[in-house]
């Protein structure tokens, strides 16, 4: 069920202590959004409005906070324009953070709330899994040669090659026990999900908390040792690579100069930090700013998106390049996604080690950044690595 915002029905925002749940995902509707980190988060169920994007905050702008606490609009943006998906006002939202929980209720005016569906019952899990690629090793290095050539003419610096991966299983997935493994297995990470897209990013696009903007882009990687002693000889390769130094470089230049057009004050880690997920090391910048035109979240993050992270260096002529190559409409993999208040804060992150879940199907996509002197083996490695998160929440109890 769920309301549709207009001009003539005023929609107004309740919000309540509750007790802590002993599980928030027992609160996420069919079809609803999650946002979990760390212990922390909300989730929601049921629509009390629907809104493009790019009108989001003039939607949120109209909804009476009857308890000073400002509504929000939550929701996973397509990678192609972020500015013309769509974002949902929740009818519910149950939320947990260091301070305890709360519920927050959106209705029209003068409506009750609206009846909540019930959570689906939990049926069997899958057992038999067939996995699918949507490119060979060969079909891949044909499609990294191809950027490197263009990188050689000197038509682009950097290219991110994405490729898929399909999961055909015997029983429907349940969303609810791939969120539960995924906050288990994946500290740190933004574990996220907007109907049937499902993700753990570890990447922070854009935050903003009051007038302070921050972001922590990603770019570099290297996948996780064997052993102890393993990682750590990996880390320090990665710290001392030439390769993967430009290319971090890249997005955190593109990231600074695209904060600057909003923020002043803003300043850039001297040295990337690594960070240790599950399955890869990262090199990660945080880059800070202090928002100087009113910008709300959502607005921070259309305007980065798409960073040299999950694009290429020029990005018009690496994502031209891009569409020839990858074969298939990214959607909202690598989009941002995430969520918007109204007084403009909010959290949006980059849509990675995601899966597209429908019924007994999963479509997982991962990319890997292409730049001179990058290798198809390594590079096909890292991406597998990537979807290893996925795969293991998927198929792995």
Known sequence: MSYEASPARQLVARTRAIAVPDDLLEALGPGGFAWLRDGQGFVTSGVAARVRADRADELLARID?????????????????????????????????????WVTEVSPRGAPPLPLEPAAERGLEPGKFVVRRSSDPDEWAAAVEAILAAIGRGELEKAVLARQATVEANRPFDLHRILDRLRAR???????????????????????????????????TVARGATESDDARRVEALARSAKDAWEHRVVVDAVTAALALHCTDVQAG????????????????????????????????????????????????A?????????????????????????????????????????????????????????????????????????????RP
């Open 319 to 395: 994502l031209a390049l891009l569409r020839e190559l990858e074969g298939f409409d990214r959607d909202r993999y690598a989009g941002p996604v995430g969520w918007v208040d109204a007084s403009g804060d909010g959290q949006w992150a980059v849509g990675l080690r995601s899966a597209r879940i429908d019924g007994a199907t999963a479509t997982l996509t991962a990319g890997a950044g292409i730049v001179d002197g990058s290798e198809p083996t390594s590079e096909w490695a890292e991406t597998q690595a990537k979807l290893e998160p996925m795969l293991q929440a998927l198929i």
């Open 65 to 101: 906070a009857e308890d000073g606490d400002p509504p929000i609009a939550v929701g996973a943006l397509p990678f192609d324009d972020p500015g013309s998906g769509e974002l949902v006002v929740p009818a519910q939202l149950v939320g947990l953070g260091p301070d305890g929980a």
């Open 270 to 317: 001297a040295e990337p930090e690594i960070a240790r997920l599950a399955t890869v090391s990262h090199l990660v910048t945080t880059i800070t700013g202090t928002v100087a035109d009113g910008s709300s979240a959502l607005a921070l993050a259309c305007s980065l998106h798409p960073t040299p992270a999950v694009g290429g260096t020029p990005t018009g002529t």
């Open 186 to 220: 994946q500290a740190g990470c933004f574990v996220y999900a907007d109907g049937g897209f499902v993700g753990a990013s570890p990447e922070l696009l854009v935050a903003r908390n009051g007038d302070q903007a921050i972001s922590r882009p990603m770019a570099g």
